[in-house]
């Protein structure tokens, strides 16, 4: 188990490029072109017009391990002395900031690639190469190890969620339901949701209360967020799945509702099972899909529609890359008289510039600034009034860069937007 730095190894690196590099991988680092539609489309590369940040170019590093131990005729190749070089301590210092602090791991690249070639997911696979050898950014091995030993990167205990939940309690004069056994759905939460947007417990509570939703909070395994993803340790991904599967399996749970996240989305949903070695035993639903299918059920009543011009920001992991294309749009529409679209919306969103763990690397917060300044403009465009959002850590990292860049725009959560126009009677006790 990878539970702190290890001293930089580069030869541990290399045999772990290698040992990623299956038959599928080998031939999408064959597959490339060399034709640069990946670098327009990655945010980093339009922003610095740096060849290396062209997404490609990040997996330099395990395309030479491939090709020097994995490739055909690699081994004629290394007798004759043309096989690349093994990549070296140094070479793999200089990768981490490729490919940590300028990959969100959004797939953007991926989208556009005409090879097919899913650079995002091999940028997640060289990350397992560099987190093992110890070249994965300090601060994400700190998050990592803050998780292994509290369940939550930044350290979120029971004690901490129970606080809020009592706050939302009294907010909402309604009572919040906590290891019920029986529920039949599971609502774990994201450590930056407890602490910085709490108000989404009180959301909930009432939207589950008018549409009747038996559900419950654990008090144990509540961490929905898998830096273990976002380093890249298979391992530690697991060890925290396995947290919330223990707790599903111990409230006899038929659901467990990923929530405002992204990656913690494709973490549980998409990598869950292969990371568990077994089929989940829930069924996992993305807290949107779940109110836009109370809403088309007429389970939730609302009324009233925000008159702002509103702009949905797709959160990657939820759209782009989890397939939730229609369901934030309906809903915004449910509530929103005002819906602008920025351009590119949708699955060729560009990311919040903090997604695949960078909001987590203090280093690496010029870059995201810079980036956003794409989305700045996008939303200027659009004459935006309001950003929303379906990921706690994008409202996080877009409230940053908009304070950063001296704008006035507020970001506001989807699930808090629908709760604000439930029919007020529906909604009291
Ligand atoms: S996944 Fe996103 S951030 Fe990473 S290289 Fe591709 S476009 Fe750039
Ligand atoms: S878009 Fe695909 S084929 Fe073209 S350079 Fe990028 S990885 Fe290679």
Sequence with gaps: MLEARKAP?????????????????????????HCGQCAEACHFHLVTREPHHTPVYKLRPMLKAYRRSRAP??????????????????????????LY????????????????????????????????????????????????????????RWPAL???????????????PVDVEGADYLVILSSIEVIAFPEVIGALARIFRQADVSWTIPSAGFEATNIGVQIGSRDIAAALLERVVDAAERLKVKY????????????????????LGRPLPFKVVQITELLDQLVREGRLRLRGKDARRLAFH?????????GLTEEPG???????????????????????????????????ERLRFAAFE????????????????????????????????????????????????????????
């Design 73 to 98: 005729f690699a081994g004629i190749q290394r007798l004759l002395g043309l096989a690349p070089r093994e990549p070296g301590a140094a070479e793999l210092t200089a990768w981490s900031e490729l």
């Design 256 to 275: 467990v509702i990923s929530p405002e996240c992204g990656h913690a989305y494709s973490a549980l949903r998409w990598e869950g099972p292969n990371l």
């Design 330 to 364: 309906r809903l915004m529409d449910a509530v929103s008289e005002n819906t602008v679209r920025t351009p590119a919306q949708g699955a060729a969103n560009f990311c919040c510039g903090g997604g695949g763990g960078v909001s987590a690397i203090h280093r690496a």
């Design 314 to 322: 797709d959160p990657c992991q939820l759209v782009r890359r989890g």
């Design 101 to 156: 602090d300028s990959c969100n791991l959004c797939g953007r690249c991926t989208l556009v690639c005409p090879m097919g070639i899913d650079i995002a997911g091999l940028v997640r696979r060289a990350r397992e190469g560099m987190a093992a050898a110890g070249f994965a950014p300090e601060d994400l091995y700190k998050a990592s190890g803050h998780a292994l030993d509290t369940g939550s990167p930044i350290g979120v």
């Design 374 to 429: 794409l989305k700045k403009r996008q939303v200027e465009q659009a004459g935006a009034e309001a950003l929303v959002t379906a990921c706690a850590n994008c409202r996080n990292v877009l409230e940053e860069a908009i304070d950063e860049r001296g704008m006035t725009l507020p970001v506001l959560g989807l699930t808090e937007l629908v709760a604000q126009y439930l029919e007020p009677e529906a909604a009291k006790s």
């Design 162 to 176: 129970r606080r809020q939940i009592e706050l939302q309690e009294k907010e909402t004069g309604l009572r919040i």
């Design 9 to 33: 190894d580069a030869a541990k690196a290399a045999a772990e490029f290698v040992a990623q590099a299956g038959r599928d991988v080998a031939f999408q680092l064959e597959a490339c072109v």
